[in-house]
């Protein structure tokens, strides 16, 4: 089983609708993050969370939010969808600061 | 500011061409540069974490070095299953140990 799982893998969806984006591990990290990529741009932090009381915005939180259900989960969520947050979305994890774990993905487009 | 620049953007071998892929870096105080292995529609896979100026790491046919301004991935005799974009990011010593990545190099292996 995979260490870091990611649902949905894939998901179309409209404008203005919710969208929420969850994330599970079972290697027992504390940190967890969330990243968007896009082409050309990179890897881009959007929120990370040290432990379930401790939540941070990254580099590009705006139009984002974040919940830290338990140590093992971490959910991202997109209140208002805009096509421009069309992206692949990465869930990981680390221990302390150490390397980072990443899911498989989650490809989001919105119309 | 703290950055990374990854070249070339595309690097296209044939089969047993060994060559080297850059990682240039400006960041206040490195605590660590990582590498990491990305196939299309995945997850990045994790390769290697560098610590210090002169420290190598092999894993198969990737070697990676460091030195105080750069890093190199170095690839020897690849074969097609190398194909991949491979992504450098660093890790800041005053940083909350959040990675800073660039945006990668995408290799081509012929057979």
């Known amino acids: 089983d995979a260490d870091v799982t990611q649902t949905p893998r894939n998901r179309i969806t409209k404008t203005g609708k919710r969208i929420m984006l969850e994330c599970s591990q079972t290697k027992g990290h504390d940190r967890m993050y969330w990243y968007r990529q896009d082409p050309g741009l990179g890897l881009r932090l959007i929120y990370y969370?040290?432990?379930?009381?401790?939540?941070n915005k990254g580099e590009i939180s705006d139009g984002y939010s974040v919940s830290r259900q338990a140590q093992a989960k971490f959910s991202l969520s997109l209140e208002s969808a805009i096509p421009n947050q069309t992206a692949l979305y990465f869930c990981?994890?680390?221990?302390?600061?150490?390397?980072?774990?990443f899911g498989p993905g989650t490809r989001l487009t919105v119309l | 500011e703290d950055q990374v620049t990854q070249s070339p953007e595309a690097l296209r071998l044939q089969e047993g061409e060994s060559s080297s892929l850059n990682c240039s870096y400006t960041?206040?105080?490195?605590?660590?540069l990582f590498w990491y292995r990305q196939d299309p529609g995945k997850g990045p896979e994790f390769l290697f974490t560098?610590?210090?100026a002169g420290e190598e790491k092999e894993k198969e046919r990737l070697k990676a070095t460091l030195t105080k301004k750069e890093s190199f991935l170095h690839i020897t005799a690849p074969k097609p299953e190398d194909s991949a974009t491979y992504l450098c990011?660093?890790?800041?010593?005053?940083?909350?140990?959040?990675?800073?990545f660039g945006k990668g190099t995408k290799l081509s292996v012929k057979p």
């Open positions: 990011a660093v890790q800041a010593g005053g940083s909350q140990g959040n990675l800073i």
């Open positions: 990981a994890t680390s221990e302390w600061r150490n390397e980072q774990f």
């Open positions: 960041v206040s105080g490195l605590r660590g």
């Open positions: 969370s040290f432990d379930v009381k401790d939540i």
């Open positions: 560098l610590y210090s």
